[in-house]
């Protein structure tokens, strides 16, 4: 197998997450007994050679192939991949009441660009004998608590509800489009008031100040201010700094507060 880059498809350097290609004399040249361009064709890595596009994502180290997941169900929230699969094992660990095997993890755009949402079935036998806002509630602490990002929709579904193939597994871009039409009848649902977000004190200084706050956040800025000022101008940049990683309005943060409650 090779790892590349899956826009230049150029060969990227053993660690290096890319697309995996397989190629060799064990892989079929196409599908038997049919000619011209297939499937197998069309998803060569290099026109010159035998070797094929997976479509999967992966990395080489020590000579071992390590598989992360499929390249179009990754989702990129503020320029960091996260796979969809571990955030299902965070919600599927997160409440006896949810099926493990029927979640759903998927990216919503919103105003402030690629969002996480995460739908899960609720089993039968729990169906009218827990609190889903308990339950939901739960499951977004361990999906920050794992994975360091916020859901933007958090949803509880009846058995049977997410897409699956034939042989079980879940389609997550199909759940997706139903999502997205309002097709997901859903028994509970936790969605952030706000998917904008809040702006970030962090912001080059070429942009100014962020509306409504004191100029940029800055080591010379801080320097100028004394005592309390500048223990609430630390507190207000961490405030906003989380809040924005979180996709949490600031003023619903609490500073007593641990961040995976």
Do not use: W
């Not at 026109?47 to 994502?57: H, I, N, S, V």
């Not at 800025?221 to 989380?242: I, P, S």
Request: glycine content about 10%; some cysteine; overall charge negative.
């Amino acid at each position: 197998a090779m790892i590349n880059d899956p826009i230049s498809m150029k060969p990227l350097d053993e660690g290096k997450i890319g697309e995996i290609c397989i190629g060799g004399p064990s892989v079929s040249p196409g599908y038997l007994n049919q000619s011209g361009e297939s499937g197998f064709q069309q998803s060569r890595s290099n026109a010159a050679t035998m070797e094929f596009r997976t479509g999967d994502l992966g990395f080489i180290s020590e000579g071992h192939l390590f598989v992360t997941g499929r390249e179009k169900d990754l989702i990129i929230i503020r320029g960091r991949n996260v796979y969809p699969q571990d955030i299902e094992l965070s919600a599927g660990n997160a409440h006896p009441a949810i099926d493990r095997y029927r979640i759903c993890a998927f990216s919503i755009d919103t105003d402030s660009g690629e969002q996480l949402a995460a739908v899960c079935e609720v089993k039968r036998t729990f169906l009218r004998r827990i609190d889903f806002s308990i339950v939901t509630r739960l499951i977004l602490k361990a999906i920050v608590q794992d994975n360091y990002v916020s859901p933007a929709v958090d949803g509880l579904l009846k058995p049977g509800t997410i897409p699956i193939t034939t042989s079980g597994k879940v389609r997550r871009s199909a759940c997706r489009e139903l999502f997205l039409t309002g097709e997901l009848e859903m028994v509970h649902q936790y969605r952030q008031e706000s998917a904008t977000g809040p702006v970030s004190l962090y912001r080059p200084e070429s942009e100014g100040p962020a509306p409504g706050k004191e100029p940029i956040f800055s080591g010379q800025a801080l320097r100028v201010l004394r005592g309390e000022q500048q223990f609430l101008a630390t507190k207000d940049y961490l405030t906003d700094t989380v809040g924005t990683i979180l996709n949490i309005p600031p003023d619903q943060l609490v500073a007593s507060q641990p961040l995976t409650d």
